[in-house]
């Protein structure tokens, strides 16, 4: 009775290995948390970005089933653009699925929070056209990534616009250029910048904060109807916008002396405004105005199958949706950069995210194949330049669609670089970092 007992315990042993066996191998997954603003004041610029982040991430896992083979799992979280619900989502999923591949913070004010906890959490933080200015330097942000350009950089290109118009930088002397900005840190970050222009360059920097949520502006614009500065740049976003716009008609400003940030220059800012915001100028982070293959991508293998994030049919196409796209595919290709290093069709920890993220080199060639080609120019990172390439274009309103109104645009390193390592030195000191030998 013991043998039989023994027997027939050894022979279940030999089936459940055997079982085990022949299972396949747990898939490897990618985590890429997604935090959003759906709600709140910023909300017409939050949701068609956060669709457009979301949208990319499906369009990967549908169209190529996932990052080789790593499908793409994603969790969004709601900040209504507050920094404390910011601080909440990344702590409740910087650990999930063995790790978070990096965080949008999609807010200035989450980015500056996040910083010090991704240095002691090693976890990226990727702020396409915004964020920390001072961060495109790797040396001392190993982290942060403020890819495709920061605040500094866009304020740099609409200056050399402005001056583009009246003749030369020489001609900006005597000139005066207001700022109305957000009083938030996101609408405080270009000021610095501004500052070393202004003195270099001989114009007036009026500044105008607005506090949020920036529906109330009244008074500002009629300091502006006084003064009269000869250009105006906007930093705003959501319901500020359109707001300013409609005051900036109330005082008899300009339109076409008005240059709003990137994240003020979407349709969704000015489609019920139509003839009133005729002549508003954008900048636009690379080519966002466009339409590439990617969106041809989008139809076929989401939208047509009934899983687009874009319930309503509305921002598909737009430039805030398409920026959502790009920022995910920025850190898709961080990820796909990494595998390369690290073992293709591999779960890639946050640590190896970051080395991707770190060594993007994404070509024509490869646009080409992502279907971007049309949307952006090839930017490349490295240890010492976390922002890579930073290219712009201005944009114009002519009632009812922006249109591309000018050429490529660089910001002047001139003005922008003596300011990444001063502040990025400070910052350092600071908070007692090491600082990175890149050149190493």
């Known amino acids: 009775m013991k043998v039989s007992l023994k027997y027939a315990v050894a022979m279940a042993a030999v089936a459940g290995s055997l079982a085990a066996a022949s299972l396949p191998a747990a898939a490897a997954e990618q985590f890429i948390p997604l935090l959003a603003y759906r709600t709140g004041s910023f909300a017409p610029l939050g949701i068609p970005w956060a669709d457009g982040k979301m949208d990319y991430l499906k369009l990967v896992n549908e169209r190529d089933g996932g990052i080789n083979g790593v499908k793409i799992v994603y969790e969004e979280c709601e900040t209504a653009y507050a920094t404390d619900k910011g601080v909440e989502c990344y702590e409740r999923l ?58 500094w950089t866009a304020a740099d290109v609409m200056i050399q616009d402005i001056a583009k118009k009246v003749g030369g930088e020489d001609k900006l002397k005597g000139k005066k250029i207001a700022l109305v ?22 114009f007036e920097l009026l500044l105008y904060p607005v506090t949020a949520p920036g529906v109330e502006q009244k008074s500002t614009w009629l300091q502006i ?73 989008l139809k076929k293998h989401v939208y047509d199958k009934g899983q687009g994030s874009d319930t309503q049919g509305k921002y598909v196409g737009s430039i805030a949706h398409t920026r959502g796209m790009m920022i995910s595919m920025l850190q898709v290709e961080a990820i796909r950069t990494a595998q390369e290093k690290f073992g293709k069709g591999k779960h890639m920890t946050p640590e190896q995210v970051q080395w991707g993220f770190e060594n993007l080199n994404i070509t024509q060639e490869r646009l080409e194949e ?30 009812a669609k922006f249109n591309i109104v000018s050429d490529w645009y660089q910001s ?29």
Request: net charge neutral.
């Open 94 to 151: 910087k650990a999930k699925h063995g790790g978070a591949s990096g965080f949008d913070t999609q807010s200035t004010g989450i980015t500056f929070a996040l910083t010090d906890k991704a240095i002691v959490d090693g976890v990226s933080i990727e702020t396409v056209g915004y964020g920390l200015s001072q961060s495109a330097d790797g040396s001392v942000f190993k982290w942060n990534f403020p890819l495709l350009g920061t605040y």
């Open 181 to 202: 900005y957000h009083d938030s840190p996101y609408g405080k970050e270009p000021i610095v910048l501004l500052q070393s222009r202004a003195k270099a360059n001989g």
């Open 225 to 297: 109807r006084q003064s009269r500065p000869d250009y105006l740049l906007l930093w705003s976003a959501g319901i500020m916008t359109p707001t300013a716009v409609r005051e900036a008609q109330a005082v008899g400003y300009p339109r076409d002396k008005m240059y709003g940030i990137w994240w003020a220059s979407s349709e969704t800012d000015l489609n019920d405004l139509g003839q009133v915001a005729k002549g508003y100028n954008g900048i636009t982070i690379h080519n966002s105005a466009d339409h590439g293959r990617v969106h041809e991508d």
């Open 370 to 399: 992502l279907g971007f080609a049309k949307l952006m120019r090839p930017v490349k990172t490295s240890c010492s330049n976390h922002m890579g390439d930073d290219w712009a274009r201005i944009i114009q309103w002519d009632g």
């Open 412 to 440: 002047n390193k001139d003005y922008v670089q003596p300011l990444v390592k001063e502040l990025g030195a400070k910052y350092a000191a600071e908070k007692k970092l090491e600082v990175r030998n890149c050149a190493g």
